[in-house]
């Protein structure tokens, strides 16, 4: 049983519930619950209602197709997810504020719904004068700037799927990613700023389509233009590298639009088109594309925003995620923008210039919606409460955190020193695959209870399952039915879309977490029950990290497994065993654990990295990562009789003990 297994217990049995506060059941518009039982008594009706407040093109014949694993929703309906974020505002918000940004040293920007049409609109002209046309897809490897959404917008406004990479990832990553995706058009910017210091993309672009010639164009926005450099309180100057331009191949964002024209007919796309490319980890080396369509995701993206995060007019919501994560896709860009929200957008790192800085930004915008991740609330509550206490918090009114399972003692700690204990909290269980939150409380109407994410969001239906396929108390998590934003399927691998998600029970999808529920019904959400980690809220392959070490040259065999961690929920514990001659050393080990940065990015990079002379196999040669997760958790070690060599494990015992003192 974990920390966190073992503190839910408790909470179970002290039964501490915070009911919804009266000011949200006036608001929310569902303090009967009624649109659960709405959707409960006509599912595809209750969809429906939430489809029709986009703007269609042309709409629909059929609600549903559903061929198991694959789902159609809005069969034959036409629509634009730009035009839906942007366009369909300007009339009754085209002055109100879009986006307000602020960079790491302290630059500002905004934009109205009229301004960054404007934007979206040359650039989707600058994209199509270079080739680009539906169907094609782009990959963005972005800072947090606006024009990472502006280039998402973009690529939407002209149905070319986009697959924007996380800044943090490495270029080997990016690579892959472009390949896997075919993508021949690449947004990039000169650099990026975190933690002080800037991160040079272009040059990780350069390096990362070396030799891949089919990528013809390379746009490259310019991070400091548009900035005052006088205006930048928390750096010494917004200035960004200088990079190698490509003749021909390589274009400058602001040349690009400053030519462009204003007026972009957004494209019309079947509500099936895909409209994004998602990478995420699995279980296997290679991470999958996960794709999403239009008219679904809008639809879900938009219902959830607008109940879940009951935003108005007069919000000012802030999303901490990066666009690199499915987070900011649905709860940055198309979500917020399609309810025509105002977006705070900040670039860098929560600590700098000091702890403060998130608590100062939310000050100085007066942010009412804040959604963040249990790993940055720990981090927060680690850091003392003498940090948020020293800013008006007061225009808070809602909280929300997403990305792992959140422990009760945080979840206390946030609703008590953020939330002043007036704002409701909502703990947001979803995935990347699922487009959208997927169980949520709705505030106002549901009661809420530290660590659970409560309850399936009106329309989503989902069970807790035993291997068997029949309902459990305790088991895995299972959604029942298809929803508008399900993943379409993994880019370019049928087979694995299959295999990954609905072959554990037919036609009832599994996203690879275990739960439990309680006797009101509540979901609580244990975690991954695959290989499949879950550090800091980004979701680690154990396999990737595993042939990024077996590549090099040093390693035999390499066996990674997660431990708990007190800040990131959990942390990378790779057991290595060297080629023979080679000798293991500090040097080595550091070596190792900067060669898997290398390959994947700072995310993935081990925390512990012990060398073993041996990893513990089962009598048929099948490495026992049960026991190395036992040795990494510093516990007494499970079942070891199918084990073939106990000397090998115990010996490893006694260097993970010495490693950490
Ligand atoms: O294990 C669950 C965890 O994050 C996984 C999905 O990761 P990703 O696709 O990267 O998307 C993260 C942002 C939506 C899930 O399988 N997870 C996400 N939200 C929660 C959570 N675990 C517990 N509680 C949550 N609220």
Known sequence: MTEQHREIDVLLDEKRTFEPPAAFAEAAHVADRGPYDEAARDREGYWEAWARQLDWFQPWREVLEWNPPFSKWFVGGALNAAHNCLDRH?????????????????????????????????????????????????????????????????????????????????????????????ARCVITADGGYRRGAIIPLKASTDAAIEGLDYVSSVVVVCRSAATDPEAAPYGDAVET?????????????????????PECPAERMDAEDLLFI???SGTTGKPKGVMHSTG?????VTATTKWVFDLGEDDIYWCTADVGWV????????????????????????????????????????????YTAPTAIRAFMRWGDHWPAGYDLSKLRLLGTVGEPINPEA???????IGGTRCPIVDTWWQTETGGIMITPLPGAITTKPGTATVPFPGIEAAILNEEGNPAESGYLAITSPWPGMLRGVWGDEERYRETYWSKWPGIYFPGDGARVDEDGYYWIMGRVDDVLNVAGHRIGTMEVESALVDHTAVAEAAVVGRSDEIKGQAVAAFVSVVEGVRTSEELRQELRAHVVTKIGAIARPADLIFAAELPKTRSGKIMRRLLRDVAEGRALGDTTTLADPAVVRSLQRQFAGSES
């Not at 590298?241 to 191949?249: A, F, H, L, Q, Y």
């Not at 939310?362 to 919606?369: I, L």
């Not at 979840?411 to 020193?417: A, D, G, R, T, V």
């Open 411 to 417: 979840w206390i700690w946030y609703h008590e020193n």
């Open 327 to 370: 987070t900011g896709h649905s709860y940055i860009v198309y979500g917020p923008l399609s309810n025509g929200a105002t977006v705070l957008m900040y670039e860098g790192s929560p600590d700098w210039p000091d702890r403060g800085r998130f608590w100062t930004l939310c000050e100085s915008y007066g942010v009412t919606v804040f």
């Open 90 to 182: 300007l009339e009754a918000r085209g002055s109100a504020l879009a986006l307000l940004w602020e960079g790491e040293p302290g630059d500002r920007r905004t934009y109205t719904y009229r301004e960054l049409h404007e934007e979206v609109c040359r650039f989707a002209n600058a994209l199509r004068g270079l080739g680009v046309g539906k169907g094609d897809r782009v990959a963005i490897y972005l800072p947090m700037i606006p024009e990472a959404a502006i280039a998402m917008l973009a690529c939407a406004r002209i149905g070319a799927p986009h697959s924007v990479v996380f800044g943090g990832f490495s270029p080997q990553s990016l690579r892959d990613r472009i390949e896997d995706a075919g």
């Open 296 to 300: 679904g995701y809008m639809t879900q």
């Open 241 to 261: 590298p200088s990079c190698d331009m490509i003749e021909g191949r390589d274009h400058r964002y602001h040349d690009l639009i400053a030519d462009a024209s």
């Open 278 to 280: 998602l990478y995420t």
